[in-house]
């Protein structure tokens, strides 16, 4: 079974500092990777996913990811935090097999993002 | 375009008593996929629907079952509530048909809370 696994369950940042939040995951063959945020109160909002090509994603509000098959991993990124980014990022994956994929996302833990003026 | 609705938002039931969660998806949208979310467990797949069809179930008890309409509407109903199933459930909509790649749209939950 996939499994998906997110490192630091809270990760504190200055406005203007680095964003990483790490992810990797657990299947021989790569799934199809992607991030979502969620905002107290609300619902996930897809950051961006990677499912095939390009291994440099970019998504919504200045965040990229970088898939890296050799490491099992796709780390989250974002140059500058703003003081908006605070909120709870999910890491989940999608199965390359049509018959166990159907609308399944298998989510990471979480990590809380905060951001310090 | 409306995004996916959940109704009700905030539900408060005793246990045993059953209930029902409403999900309208994205107009357009055939697959619609239930989740729930607690902070023991995080975010756990319990099943999707496409075409009134269910494609995929989670590892949940039979007590969890769900239905799609042809209108793509879709509910999820728990039977005999235990505490443990104080939760917020999502439901999230796509496309459809080509499974792993769809993007999902959430909605804003359901948080049902067990007394």
């Known amino acids: 079974a996939q499994s998906v696994t997110q490192l630091g369950s809270h990760v504190s940042v200055s406005e203007g500092a680095l964003v990483l939040l790490r992810c990797n995951y657990s299947?021989?063959?790569?799934?199809?990777l992607f991030w979502y945020v969620q905002y107290p109160n609300q619902g996930l909002q897809l950051l961006l996913k990677y499912t095939t090509g390009a291994t440099l994603v970019k998504g919504i509000n200045g965040f990229e990811a970088e898939f890296k098959k050799s490491e099992t991993s796709f780390h989250l990124t974002k140059p500058s935090a703003h003081m908006s980014d605070a909120a709870e990022y999910f890491c989940?994956?999608?199965?390359?097999?049509?018959?166990?994929?159907?609308?399944?996302?298998?989510f990471g833990q979480g990590t809380i993002l905060t951001v310090h003026p | 375009k409306a995004g996916v609705t959940q109704t009700p938002r905030y539900l408060i039931k005793t246990r045993g008593q059953q209930v029902t969660l409403s999900c309208s998806p994205i107009s357009g949208h055939r697959s619609v996929s239930w989740y729930q979310q607690t902070p023991g467990q995080g975010l756990q797949f319990l099943f999707e629907?496409?075409?009134?069809?269910?494609?995929n179930k989670g590892n949940f008890p039979g007590r969890f079952s769900g239905r799609q309409f042809s209108n793509s509407r879709s509910e999820m109903n728990v039977s005999t509530l235990e505490l443990g199933d104080s939760a917020l459930y999502l439901c999230?909509?796509?496309?459809?048909?080509?499974?792993?790649?769809?993007?999902?749209?959430f909605g804003a939950g359901t948080r049902l809370s067990v007394l």
């Open positions: 989940a994956v999608s199965d390359r097999d049509g018959g166990t994929s159907y609308g399944k996302l298998t």
């Open positions: 629907y496409f075409s009134e069809t269910q494609r």
């Open positions: 999230a909509s796509s496309l459809g048909p080509t499974g792993g790649t769809d993007i999902q749209y």
């Open positions: 299947s021989s063959v790569p799934p199809y």
